[in-house]
C-alpha cells in the first residue's frame, strides 16, 4: 500500500541554524500539508500546498518557514533559523485532493533545537 | 471560535471490554468530522469520516456516531486489543478559501491492560 514517507526520522540542531525537512508524498496526491506537535500537546495545522504554491498557511507559519516541491516527488519544510520552540514532531500528508479526501499522514520527523 | 474538545483525556480499560470516546466541536460551517488512530511517535491514520448526514458509521470494531445538532460524536470500541491502545483523535475540517485545513482535538490517551 503506497504510504507517505519522511526523512530523516529525528534530527538535532542548534538553535539559529537551519534545517530541512523532506517528504515524499503518495504518488497521485495533488495536496500536501505540513502539520507540527509539540510534545504532549496538539497537532497544529502549519500549511497546506496546491499547484506549486500555498494554499493555506496559520499563524505559526511565519516567514522562517518555507515549503519546496524541488521536483516531482519531494515536498521539503525549510526552517530558515531555528529556534528552541521549534522542537517537536513535523508530519507531512497528502491527498488526492483538498475537499474531504482523507489525508495520509507520515511518520513525521523528530526535531530537537538545543 | 473553531474549537474541537476531547474527553476523557485518558483512559485505561482491560483486553476485551468496550469503551466509548467522546469529542464536541464548535467548528462552523461543518461538513465531516474525522477519527484518527495515533500510535506513539508514529503519525495520525484516519478510522473514519462522518459527513454531517450520517449517524452512525463502523470500521471493524470501532463505531463512530455523530450528532450534527448537538455537535457531538463518540468512538465506540468493542472488544478491545492491546493493539488499541494509542491516542485517539477528534479531527474536525475548517473550510477557509475553498481549502480545508485540520483542527484536532487534543486526543484521548487509551491503555488497554491485559
Known amino acids: 500500500e503506497p504510504e507517505v514517507t519522511q526523512t530523516p526520522s529525528h534530527q538535532v540542531t542548534q538553535m539559529g541554524q537551519e534545517v530541512i525537512l523532506r517528504c515524499v508524498p503518495i504518488?497521485?496526491?495533488?495536496?500536501f500539508y505540513w502539520y507540527r506537535q509539540i510534545l504532549g500537546q496538539k497537532v497544529e495545522f502549519l500549511v497546506s500546498?496546491?499547484?506549486?504554491?500555498?494554499?493555506?498557511k496559520s499563524e505559526i507559519f511565519d516567514d522562517q518557514f518555507s515549503v519546496e516541491r524541488p521536483d516531482g516527488s519531494n515536498f521539503t519544510l525549510k526552517i530558515r533559523s531555528t529556534k528552541l520552540e521549534d522542537s517537536a514532531m513535523y508530519f507531512c500528508a497528502s491527498s488526492v485532493s483538498g475537499g474531504m479526501e482523507t489525508q495520509y499522514f507520515g511518520p513525521g520527523t523528530r526535531l530537537l533545537v538545543l | 471560535k473553531n474549537q474541537v474538545e476531547q474527553s476523557p483525556q485518558s483512559l485505561i480499560i482491560l483486553e476485551g471490554k468496550n469503551c466509548t470516546l467522546q469529542c464536541n466541536y464548535t467548528v462552523s460551517p461543518f461538513s465531516n468530522l474525522r477519527w484518527y488512530k495515533q500510535d506513539t511517535g508514529r503519525g495520525p491514520v484516519s478510522l473514519t469520516i462522518?459527513?454531517?448526514?450520517?449517524n452512525t458509521k463502523s470500521n471493524g470494531r470501532y463505531t463512530a456516531t455523530l450528532d450534527a445538532d448537538t455537535k457531538q460524536s463518540s468512538l465506540h470500541i468493542t472488544a478491545s486489543q492491546l493493539s488499541d491502545s494509542a491516542s485517539y483523535i477528534c479531527?474536525?475540517?475548517?473550510?477557509?478559501?475553498?481549502?480545508?485545513?485540520?483542527?484536532f482535538g487534543a486526543g484521548t490517551r487509551l491503555a488497554v491492560h491485559p
Open positions: 479531527v474536525v475540517p475548517y473550510f477557509s478559501g475553498g481549502y480545508n485545513k485540520l483542527i
Open positions: 462522518m459527513t454531517f448526514s450520517e
Open positions: 500546498f496546491y499547484n506549486n504554491e500555498i494554499s493555506e
Open positions: 504518488s497521485n496526491h495533488l495536496y
